[in-house]
């Protein structure tokens, strides 16, 4: 099974920073990486499908890069409702895992 | 577009619980089904997906032989069978359509199983 690891684990960020998470997969998943963001009690929302792609409705201030084993997702101008635990997960390969999550929290 | 899931709840260990996801807005048909679990404070695991006709279906390990996932697109259900539970079974199971490109695209709210003398 492919193991994606995020970092950081967890961190802390004031309205209008730019912020950075990073995913790494233990094997190239070419650019099949998707991003999640959920809040309490609710359900995943997916970000983008392959590497760069947004999902209609999500803000243009979300941004998502990268290709093969590594992967970030940067948040510009971070506003309340951006608090939540965004997680990676690879689509390239069954059984498509995610990442352990990282709980941004807004200051 | 969206899934509701029902059949959640307090089972004893070895007990069984069946789980249903219903869609609506869309044609289940056209789409890989999934259940995605998460344990409480923790992260997300697909524990079973069915192909679009049903013909494949596969597991995660830690619940071969004991879950099993299905479908009626004729009544745009999914279900997911789960017997002889565990305390580590204890989550919330989402269901999620699976994309193309493998990214779980549409998700129900949740419901909660609890295994637990």
């Known amino acids: 099974d492919i193991q994606m690891t995020q970092s950081p684990s967890s961190l802390s960020a004031s309205v209008g920073d730019r912020v950075t998470i990073t995913c790494r997969a233990s094997q190239s998943v070419n650019d099949f990486l998707h991003w999640y963001q959920q809040k309490p009690g609710r359900a995943p929302n997916l970000l983008n499908d392959l590497t760069c792609n947004l999902q209609t409705g999500v803000p243009s201030r979300f941004s998502a890069c990268g290709s093969g084993t590594d992967f970030s997702l940067t948040i510009s101008g971070l506003r309340p409702d951006d608090f939540g635990t965004y997680y990676c997960q690879q689509g390239f390969s069954p059984p498509y895992t995610f990442g352990l999550g990282t709980i941004l929290e807004i200051k | 577009v969206y899934l509701v899931e029902s059949g959640g709840g307090l089972v004893q260990p070895g007990g069984s619980l069946r789980l249903s996801c219903a869609a609506s807005?869309?044609?289940?048909?056209?789409?890989?089904m999934t259940w995605v679990r998460q344990a409480p404070g923790k992260g997300l695991e697909c524990v079973a997906k069915v192909k679009e006709d049903g013909s494949e279906k596969h597991y995660v390990d830690s619940v071969k032989g004991r879950f099993s996932i299905s479908r009626d697109n004729a009544k745009n259900l999914v279900y997911l069978q789960l017997n002889t539970l565990r305390a580590g079974d204890t989550a919330m199971y989402f269901c999620a359509t699976l994309g193309d490109l493998g990214a779980f695209d549409i998700w129900g709210q949740g419901t909660l199983v609890t295994v637990s003398s």
């Open positions: 807005g869309f044609n289940i048909s056209t789409s890989r």
